[in-house]
């Protein structure tokens, strides 16, 4: 009998533009970290739908805080207030710290508005000529245009021309580099702490901290992207905590949703006013269904105990990969970890790991692991047990 799979990957190349490029698995239903093909194969899932999924597959908080919302109010534009929104904006400011936050719907999204609002502030302050933004190299920021611009890889600075001005790429670690490309012009400095699709490349702490300092005292603002590295995924609320810095904004956006599209931006009270009624904005930003389901995961996220074991599960998952005599080493930290391989490519070891029934990512040369913070002991073993079995 023909497999259900076979027929939905062939009308998907029949009917969808050919951007991805996807394993040969069509999911239809998960709970937590497990979740079953539309032939009823189960998957182990270690990539919560690239650092998404925050709280897993239809979680009974979540589906019943989205499900509750929907049937009540789906939709507003952003004429007026609403509830949920107000809600979420309230725990944001308050479990972080900031002063402000900015509704928008995808990562990308989040990096533009933080870069008008560092180009706005730089403008209101300096004048037009001041709006460069350092970022580095092999950085990971987005696919719009100015975000493919603020990416700091080559392949990406293709095809799509022109692209937006105004970007310039330190090397990561080197503060020398970051501090000669500094000129009048620059106006803020953008990195990933731990550079996700770049390979998981954690940043040295030293250097996020000479390069905060740098940025206060030559007043340029300081961008964090944590659209991956936010809301608990390092076991921090957000990675900035790991490494005691205070950027001016932070963008998060992935796992704020746990599977609905939202991005926010964080503003720190110096640049909170810089963007006035009519300078941004957005249709769906804010939208209350995201909103509700984003106050679900940031009760439940920013809950210590929570955050405790997100560390504790991905030092326990850490440790076990270590064992396994292919691997080379895991960089990261918490539930973002990436597996250097010694022999084998990354790319035919996760296809190898999808074929047996464990869904895994690729950052460049390394497995990569984005599993649900929530998944169990239980679900980690069964993973586990078919890497081992896969890169035996
Ligand atoms: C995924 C990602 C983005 C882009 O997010 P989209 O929602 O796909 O637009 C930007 N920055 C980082 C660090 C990311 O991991």
């Known amino acids: 009998m023909e497999k259900l799979s076979a027929t939905y990957e062939q009308q998907d190349k029949e009917y969808i533009v050919g951007a991805y490029g996807r394993f040969d698995v069509v999911l239809e239903k998960g709970k937590n970290a497990t979740c079953w093909d539309v032939d009823g194969r189960e998957y182990i899932d270690f990539t919560s739908g690239i650092g998404v999924n925050s709280l897993g597959y239809a979680d009974e908080g979540w589906a019943r805080a989205v499900a509750e919302q929907a049937a009540k109010l789906q939709h507003t534009s952003n004429l007026y207030y609403t509830k949920p929104g107000v809600e979420l904006a309230k725990m944001l400011c308050e479990k972080t710290g900031y002063d402000k936050v900015f509704f928008v719907n995808s990562g990308a999204e989040a990096n533009e508005c933080a870069i008008k609002a560092a180009r706005k502030y730089s403008f209101d302050r300096y004048g037009k000529e001041r709006t460069e933004i350092i970022t580095l190299q092999n950085s990971f920021h987005g696919r ?12 990406f600075h293709n095809f799509f021309f022109p692209f937006t001005e105004g970007f310039r790429y330190a090397k990561a670690n080197d503060l020398e580099d970051l501090t000669s490309k500094i000129t009048e012009n620059t106006c803020a400095v953008m990195m990933e702490l731990i550079q996700g699709e770049g390979g998981v490349m954690p940043l040295e702490k030293e250097f996020v901290k000479a390069a905060a300092k740098l ?168 993973g586990l047990e078919i890497l081992k079995k896969t890169l035996a």
């Not at 719009?144 to 392949?155: N, P, R």
């Not at 690729?362 to 998944?375: C, D, S």
């Open 144 to 155: 719009t245009v100015t975000t493919l611009a603020a990416t700091g890889q080559d392949s």
């Open 215 to 382: 940025c206060k005292e030559r007043d340029l603002l300081l961008i964090v992207d944590e659209v991956q590295t936010g809301v608990g995924r390092t076991g921090k609320l957000l990675a900035s905590e790991l490494f005691d810095i205070t950027p001016d904004l932070v963008t998060l956006a992935k796992g704020l949703g746990s599977g609905l599209p939202i991005g926010a931006v964080l503003f720190q009270k110096n640049v909170a006013g810089v963007l006035g009624p009519g300078q941004h904005g957005t249709t769906f930003g804010g939208n209350p269904v995201a909103c509700a389901g984003g106050c679900e995961v940031l009760r439940r996220v920013s809950e210590p105990a929570f955050l405790k074991e997100v560390q504790e599960k991905g030092a326990y998952l850490k440790a076990k990969i270590e064992e396994i005599p292919e691997v080379e080493g895991v960089d990261g930290t918490g539930m973002m970890l990436g597996i250097r391989l010694k022999t084998k490519t990354s790319g035919e070891a996760a296809k190898a790991c999808v074929a047996n029934g464990l869904l895994i990512l690729t950052a460049k040369q390394k497995l990569r692991l984005l599993p649900p913070l929530t998944i169990t002991y239980e679900e980690i073993d069964k």
